[in-house]
Antibody
Framework: EVQLVESGGGLIQPGGSLRLSCAAS????????MSWVRQAPGKGLEWVSV???????YYADSVKGRFTISRDNSKNTLYLQMNSLRAEDTAVYYC???????????WGQGTLVTVSS | DIQMTQSPSSLSASVGDRVTITCQAS??????LNWYQQKPGKAPKLLIY???NLETGVPSRFSGSGSGTDFTFTISSLQPEDIATYYC?????????FGQGTKVEIK
């Protein structure tokens, strides 16, 4: 059974850094396209970043240069390093697996990141 | 950048009604368009991929159509359990982009 479990969210001050983790089971992270998607409170879904099985990475303009997606193949875990955090980064962050290219078939439960002083 | 415009932002319909949501891309995206359902407090669920393909296990009352810039998502007979917010999502080699969402309520 495919499972994705996020961790690392919390309250952080503006300008701070946070690293989110997504522990995967039931499949191999490095063989799949993996994404982070976020949802601000009461708002819609916003795609954040994707890492392809070949290692290429892409980002939404809103986080480019501040966020870095990566994976640890030995731990079968996906990460999102978030630097220079802003109030507008406050959201639930979902880890997601694309079972089909471009289409997310499995989602984690989400982890809440709150950026506030 | 490609922009996705989804409408309406909300709708109210009766059980058994046919419900239609549209999504328009700012440029030709072929059939690289998916539809998701999200219930409150839950992660989204993939319903339709590549514009018109029903994801495994999804009821047949859900359907999608379109290509190029104009896409349609349809619930043929609205059920109480279909109350949710629905999102279109475009993808290409460089990014994925969601529409603004459509909140579906029972009248």
């Amino acid at each position: 059974e495919v499972q994705l479990v996020e961790s690392g969210g919390g309250l952080i001050q503006p300008g701070g850094s946070l690293r989110l983790s997504c522990a995967a089971s039931g499949f191999t992270v490095s063989s799949n396209y993996m994404s982070w998607v976020r949802q601000a409170p009461g708002k819609g879904l916003e795609w954040v970043s994707v890492i392809y099985s070949g290692g290429s990475t892409y980002y939404a303009d809103s986080v480019k240069g501040r966020f870095t997606i990566s994976r640890d193949n030995s731990k079968n875990t996906l990460y999102l390093q978030m630097n220079s955090l802003r109030a507008e980064d406050t959201a639930v962050y979902y880890c997601a697996r694309e079972g089909r290219v471009g289409a997310t078939s499995h989602w984690g439960q989400g982890t809440l990141v709150t950026v506030s002083s | 950048d490609i922009q996705m415009t989804q409408s309406p932002s909300s709708l109210s319909a009766s059980v058994g009604d046919r419900v239609t949501i549209t999504c328009q891309a700012s440029q030709d995206i072929s059939n690289y368009l998916n539809w998701y359902q999200q219930k409150p407090g839950k992660a989204p669920k993939l319903l339709i991929y590549d514009a018109s393909n029903l994801e495994t296990g999804v009821p047949s009352r859900f359907s999608g159509s379109g290509s190029g810039t104009d896409f349609t998502f349809t619930i043929s007979s609205l059920q109480p359990e279909d109350i949710a917010t629905y999102y279109c999502q475009q993808y290409d080699n460089l990014a994925r982009r969601f529409g603004q969402g459509t909140k579906v309520e029972i009248k």
